[in-house]
């Protein structure tokens, strides 16, 4: 990760960022001299400011790079901008950015979103990539940023630095094959976690057993890898016993379907349906840095879903940790199977009142909603509105969906409680209603489908394609 230092002024620099439209863009920071050669040059390349647009000048005593932000830069031009920068100078070694808090923006909270987009645009997942030439490789280590009051940017800074970590170890481990993530390495980096101060503790086959997580159990049974539940508690208000927030993610470390199993193309993008179980892991270990005060709980089902002579089959019914019954119809409906018996666990053994659960569900809301927003669906209007508003701020957005009586109804059987599908229309909304029967009545909930949102298949200035890590900036807000 590049290093990002905040210092008042600065005496020798050979990149420096000047963001503006027009030849006066440097004033205060260059010569005279230097603003004759770059008011020439952006003349020549037609420069106009635009958002995303750049201009390198080549002067002397090094490079000035002129960065156009647009008319009406917001919080997140400034994120994006620090993003592009990080690919733009991937080769330098070091960048200065000059904030000027003259676009709207106060020049900390300028200094502070172009640090952050800066963390978030330059991460790689490149540990197995053996044969980049040295002048492929990226060399960027540090960038400076100019502004009035260092001390309170970095104050600022740290609790994104936090995020921006904790983004990278849900890329990472989003980015990880299915050899080598398995639900046990998935919950031995977890258990490393340990060392931030969260309490945490494996539940292993023998004890998912004895617990009758018999839904969980129904999907990990066909693989030769066992299953893990991981619980991750962080008591940051001692003085109260009760958790605040309960976060559930579902942790598929590879989805082939079982015996339903999947279609050939594109199967391997599946080693990425843990992403719930990541973005969950992530988040906790951001509330461990960031020392937040309020006592939150995580737990995350780690399972491998193959066929094999010990797999579930279509038909076959478990009952689930709730005592309720499911027929299982399609192996491939098996996140929801892992959530339910999870959600059930946190209630009934922690006694949490607020949950949300986090998965790659369904590739009906992928279908509905892209890259773009992940589906919510809530029993509650108020929290509907927070997660919102907590979403749009991370740059995280969600798009509410329905639940209701006749999507649930879809899901009744005639041989047992339910079964874990409810038909070919509607997927999100009934997948959602199937959670929606784990959930006891006076809980607050909210199923975040994050199928859609958890890689990008193009780059975007703070997210190189691949693995985005969506929602730890989303829970983070909401927590704060
Ligand atoms: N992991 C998939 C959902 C998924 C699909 C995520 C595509 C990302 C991209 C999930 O387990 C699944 O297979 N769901 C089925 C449910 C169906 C059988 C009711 C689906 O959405 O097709
Ligand atoms: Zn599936
Ligand atoms: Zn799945």
Redesign the pocket.
């Known amino acids: 990760m590049i290093t990002i230092q905040f210092v008042k002024e600065i005496k020798k620099a050979t990149v420096r960022v000047v963001v503006g439209q027009n030849e006066k863009a440097g004033k205060g920071i260059l010569t005279a001299t230097e603003q004759k050669t770059v008011g020439e040059a952006i003349k020549q390349a037609h420069f106009l400011g635009k958002d995303g647009q750049f201009v390198d000048v080549f002067c002397s005593n090094g490079k000035i790079v002129m960065a156009g932000i647009g008319d009406k830069p917001s919080e997140k031009t400034f994120c994006d901008l620090g993003g592009r920068l990080a690919t733009k100078l991937s080769r330098d070694t070091e960048g200065v950015y000059y904030a000027t808090g003259c676009y709207g923006l106060d020049d900390v909270q300028e200094a502070v979103q172009v640090a952050y987009g800066a963390l978030l645009g330059a991460y790689r997942f490149d540990k197995y990539l053996t044969k980049t030439k040295p002048e492929d490789k990226p060399t960027l280590k540090k960038i400076t940023i100019v502004v009035s009051n260092p001390a309170r940017a970095k104050t600022a800074f740290k609790e994104k630095q936090a995020i921006a970590d904790s983004i990278y170890m849900a890329r990472d481990l989003c980015s990880e094959p299915a050899n080598v993530l398995t639900p046990k390495t998935f919950a031995d980096k977890i258990a490393d976690m340990g060392k931030l101060g969260l309490d945490i503790e494996i539940l292993t086959l023998k004890e998912l057993k004895a617990q009758k997580f018999n839904m969980l159990l129904s999907v990990a049974q066909g693989s030769s890898n066992e299953p893990r539940v991981a619980v991750m508690k962080w008591m940051g208000n001692p003085k109260k016993k009760a958790f605040d927030l309960g976060l559930v993610g579902k942790g598929?470390t590879f989805?082939s379907?079982g015996i339903s199993l999947k279609p050939g193309a594109g199967m391997g993008?599946?080693k990425q349906?843990m992403t719930g179980a990541a973005v969950v892991s992530a988040t906790m270990r951001s509330i461990a840095t960031r020392k937040v005060k309020s006592n939150i709980i995580g737990i995350v089902g780690l399972v491998e879903n193959m066929p094999s002579g010990s797999a579930t089959r279509p038909g076959d019914i478990v009952k689930s940790l709730s005592g309720q019954t499911v027929e299982i119809l399609?192996t491939?409906?098996?996140?929801r199977l892992v959530l339910g018996d999870c959600l059930w666990y946190m209630q009934e053994k922690y006694g949490v009142k607020k949950i949300i659960d986090l998965a790659?569900?369904?590739?009906?809301v992928?279908v509905a909603l892209g890259e773009e927003y992940a589906g919510l669906f809530t029993n509650d209007d108020t929290f509907a509105e927070e997660l919102t508003v907590a979403g749009k701020h991370a740059g995280e957005p969600l798009w509410r969906l329905p639940m209701n009586k006749a999507y649930n109804k879809m899901l009744d059987s005639d041989i047992a409680d339910m079964k874990n599908?409810g038909g070919r229309v509607a997927?999100g909304s009934t997948a959602a209603c199937f959670l929606g029967r784990f959930i006891k009545e006076g809980t607050t909930w909210a199923h975040l489908d994050i199928?859609g949102v958890d890689k990008f298949e193009k780059s975007r200035p703070t997210c190189p394609k691949g693995a985005t890590g969506w929602g730890v900036g989303l829970l983070n807000n909401l927590i704060k």
């Open positions: 598929v989805d379907g993008d599946m349906d399609n491939d409906a098996e996140g790659t569900l369904t590739g009906a992928m599908i997927g199928a």
